[in-house]
């Protein structure tokens, strides 16, 4: 009965580093001024899955969200982005 339950554990693992895995690719797809809007360290994400929690440790890095949405608006290629107020 061990094995079954060293099976279980073996799969359960693999499955939680495949979905931050999954997660982290989105992210590094992500300009770090975004990540750290929504308390990310970008510096955590470049690290890797090794480095998860990838939360912001530093209260003051967080950005405001709109002030990314601005930023992200200005930009030609993006015009049709809302604009923050």
């Known amino acids: ?5 060293s099976l279980y554990d073996a799969a359960s693992e ?32 470049n690290k890797g899955v090794a480095a998860w929690p990838w939360r912001a440790e530093d209260p ?3 950005t405001e969200p709109n002030v990314v949405v601005a930023a992200i608006a200005s930009n030609d290629h993006n015009a049709d982005l809302p604009r923050a107020a």
Do not use: C, H
Not at 16 to 42: C, E, H, N
């Open 1 to 5: 009965m061990n094995w079954l339950i």
């Open 14 to 45: 693999t499955l939680i580093l495949s979905g931050r895995a999954r997660v982290l690719s989105q992210l590094r797809q992500m300009d770090d001024a975004f990540l750290r809007a929504y308390g990310f360290s970008p510096e955590k994400v």
């Open 60 to 62: 003051e890095a967080i």
